[in-house]
């Protein structure tokens, strides 16, 4: 119906469903769409109930629009839910919330959508409906309908609705639009719980934030269902932009766990101010069932800028726990500030990758990668950081970490790569190895790189989890510089401790390469991470050369020490071999420094011997020889009483 005046316009609601006394129940009637010109409200009829049905519930009917061209409110109808399908037949489905929308550019009014109705129960439940959607052009507020849950089933459960979506079109609004949540997903009691809904995209040109609506539970189920997507954040104006939460993922009781949501990825498209963006962060994975492992952690929604915001990519989801084995972790989010616009300061910082999860009886679940991040403009001053990977998860073997998130910076800012994550702990087994710390590079393709002097750094390797064995360290990440600053590779991880065997092995340095050969900053490989104890002691690893094509100084990383034997009989472990240093421009009066060796790990426990010692890096100068020199040999790690002591290493050579 529609009114103008004073009046309110609403609607008429739908008819109920026939009821079916064999088949199915029938679907109830939309609700009717009330449009209003004046100063009145204009409300959208309720949907209407569906009928019984014996073989199956009826729809419930959708609920009406509501549309203001004046004044008032516009309040969506809500959808109706679904009936049950009895004893045999599938849930009918909830209907959809009404839209709402308000036109008039200087109203101060609410727009409203209609909630999406609920699944019915059934053998398998009816999805829910999704919620309504608004629309604004003027100045006032809004609020998008949240999406239906879905119906319980007696096999699987039906799917949660989408979350309705809001939208200001208005460039003066300082309202936030945030879109609605998904609805959850239906309990599957002998199947799989339902996938929960979608959260509503947020959208606005104002000046307010864009929120993008949480994702909806996954349902428990024998299995579990999948949890909903984190709705998408879209500013075009000059506020924020923050992602939706992906949802958890559902409890198993005897399969798999559901996978958490994905987080919703955050772009401030707006050309003015410095406004943020946030990946929105992944879901935790569900807990697996008697004979499953746990789900996947959700991935960290991207985040994006173009003028001088920051970006942030979202956390990765937790990984569910699980009989048989825990969930890997969901990977960082990506984060990426152009700096088309402004003055260039916007920074670019990958989310952490989730935490693998744990498990009494299986293997632990890995940890997520770290979020990339990535500066795209020549002359930007921001920096980018790479996200820490996740840990990874406990377990009679213990998970590997996740790899530290990569880095790339087009500018002159920073460039740091993340960290990498910590194996986790087995139990009756090895430990988890450490992840590798994420490559950083600062690169000239837009024109800005050469002039930078800013630091280049590679992430550190995660440590080792103990075990039975222990968990080898990660690689320090490499760091790759074009510009003219200072250039570290990250240092590696240590080894974990071992209990019964042989301690886990340092991880390698990171490279460290400069290209720019009117550099004279320093360039330096990463260390070697050290072995861990145990039994008998791991080896030391090696350590990072360093190559430079520039005028600066130039040293290789040193070897990491052994671990230390820790029982009669046990050796520790040999040091590790310093790294190579190379000066490859000929003018370059500066020194090219090879790495020393580690010292071999030194036991104090009787009869416990000790490690070999590393031995020193090479030099090497291409224009004068004798600026170069090897690093010095790793000393012999010494025996306990009545043990025996290693022999030192060799030193390196120019």
């Given at each position: 119906m529609a009114v103008g005046g004073a009046g309110n316009a609403i609607a008429g609601a739908g008819g109920v469903g026939g009821t079916g006394t064999t088949g199915a129940g029938g679907a109830g009637g939309n609700g009717g769409l009330a449009e209003n010109f004046g100063s009145g409200?204009?409300?959208g009829g309720m949907g209407g109930a569906g009928g019984n049905g014996a073989a199956g519930g009826g729809a419930g009917g959708g609920g009406g629009?509501?549309?203001?061209?004046?004044?008032?409110?516009?309040?969506?109808?809500?959808?109706?839910?679904?009936?049950?399908?009895?004893?045999?037949?599938?849930?009918?489905?909830?209907?959809?919330?009404?839209?709402?929308?308000?036109?008039?550019?200087?109203?101060?009014?609410?727009?409203?959508?209609?909630?999406?109705?609920?699944?019915?129960?059934?053998?398998?439940?009816?999805?829910?409906?999704?919620?309504?959607?608004?629309?604004?052009?003027?100045?006032?507020?809004?609020?998008?309908?949240?999406?239906?849950?879905?119906?319980?089933?007696?096999?699987?459960?039906?799917r949660g609705g989408i979350g309705g979506t809001a939208i200001i079109e208005n460039l003066n609004s300082t309202a936030d639009a945030a879109g609605a949540a998904g609805g959850a997903g239906g309990t599957g009691?002998?199947?799989?719980?339902?996938?929960?809904?979608?959260?509503?995209?947020?959208?606005?040109?104002?000046?307010?934030s864009a929120i993008g609506g949480d994702g909806g539970l996954g349902g428990d189920g024998a299995a579990g269902g999948h949890g909903g997507r984190g709705g998408d954040a879209f500013n075009e104006g000059t506020g924020t932009a923050t992602g939706g939460l992906g949802a958890a993922g559902g409890s198993a009781t005897t399969a798999d766990g559901g996978d958490g949501g994905r987080g919703g990825a955050a772009v401030v498209a707006g050309k003015a101010g410095t406004p943020d963006a946030f990946g929105g962060a992944g879901g935790a994975g569900g807990t697996g069932g008697t004979a499953g492992i746990g789900g996947e952690g959700g991935r960290g929604g991207d985040a994006q800028t173009v003028a001088a915001g920051n970006a942030f990519g979202g956390t990765g989801g937790a990984g569910g726990g699980g009989e048989a084995g825990g969930g890997a972790g969901g990977d960082g989010g990506g984060a990426f500030a152009f700096n088309f616009f402004g003055d260039g300061t916007g920074s670019a910082t990958g989310g952490a990758?989730?935490?693998?999860?744990t498990s009494s009886n299986g293997t632990g679940g890995g940890g997520g990668t770290g979020g990339v991040g990535v500066v795209d403009q020549g002359t930007a001053t921001g920096t980018t950081t790479g996200g820490v990977g996740g840990q990874g998860g406990d377990g009679t073997i213990g998970g590997s970490g996740g790899t530290g998130g990569s880095t790339v910076n087009f500018g002159t800012g920073d460039a740091i790569g993340g960290v990498g994550g910590a194996g986790g702990s087995g139990s009756a087994g090895a430990g988890g190895d450490g992840g590798d710390g994420g490559f950083a590079e600062s690169r000239t393709d837009t024109g800005g790189g050469s002039a930078a002097t800013a630091t280049v750094a590679g992430g550190f390797g995660g440590a080792g989890g103990s075990?039975?064995?222990?968990?080898?360290?990660?690689?320090?990440?490499?760091?790759?510089?074009?510009?003219?600053?200072?250039?570290?590779?990250?240092?590696?991880g240590k080894?974990?401790?071992?209990?019964?065997?042989?301690?886990?092995?340092?991880?390698?340095?990171?490279?460290?390469?400069?290209?720019?050969?009117?550099?004279?900053?320093?360039?330096?490989?990463?260390?070697g991470g050290a072995g861990g104890a145990g039994p008998s002691g791991g080896n030391g690893g090696i350590g990072g050369t360093a190559v430079n094509y520039g005028a600066g100084s130039t040293t290789a990383g040193d070897g990491g020490d052994g671990g230390a034997p820790g029982t009669a009989g046990g050796t520790g472990g040999k040091g590790g071999d310093g790294g190579f240093a190379s000066i490859e421009n000929a003018a370059s009066a500066s020194t090219a420094t090879g790495g020393d060796g580690g010292s071999g790990g030194s036991g104090s426990e009787p009869f416990s011997n000790g490690g070999d010692g590393g031995n020193g890096g090479n030099g090497n100068h291409v224009g004068s020889p004798a600026l170069a020199s090897g690093g010095a040999a790793g000393l012999a790690g010494t025996g306990g009483p009545g043990g025996t002591d290693g022999v030192p290493g060799a030193g390196g050579t120019p």
């Open positions: 409200h204009a409300v629009e509501a549309r203001n061209h004046g004044t008032g409110n516009a309040i969506g109808g809500a959808g109706a839910d679904g009936t049950s399908g009895g004893a045999t037949g599938v849930g009918g489905v909830g209907g959809d919330g009404g839209l709402a929308s308000i036109s008039n550019s200087d109203s101060l009014a609410t727009a409203t959508g209609g909630q999406g109705g609920a699944g019915g129960a059934g053998t398998t439940g009816g999805n829910g409906g999704a919620g309504g959607s608004v629309k604004h052009s003027g100045l006032g507020n809004l609020a998008a309908g949240t999406g239906g849950a879905g119906g319980a089933g007696d096999v699987d459960g039906g009691t002998t199947g799989i719980g339902g996938e929960g809904g979608v959260g509503g995209v947020g959208i606005t040109k104002g000046t307010g990758g989730g935490a693998g999860g075990g039975t064995d222990g968990g080898a360290g990660g690689a320090g990440g490499t760091a790759y510089n074009e510009g003219a600053g200072r250039t570290f590779g990250g240092e590696g080894g974990g401790t071992a209990t019964s065997g042989i301690g886990g092995e340092g991880g390698v340095g990171g490279s460290a390469t400069v290209l720019n050969e009117g550099s004279t900053a320093e360039v330096v490989g990463g260390k």
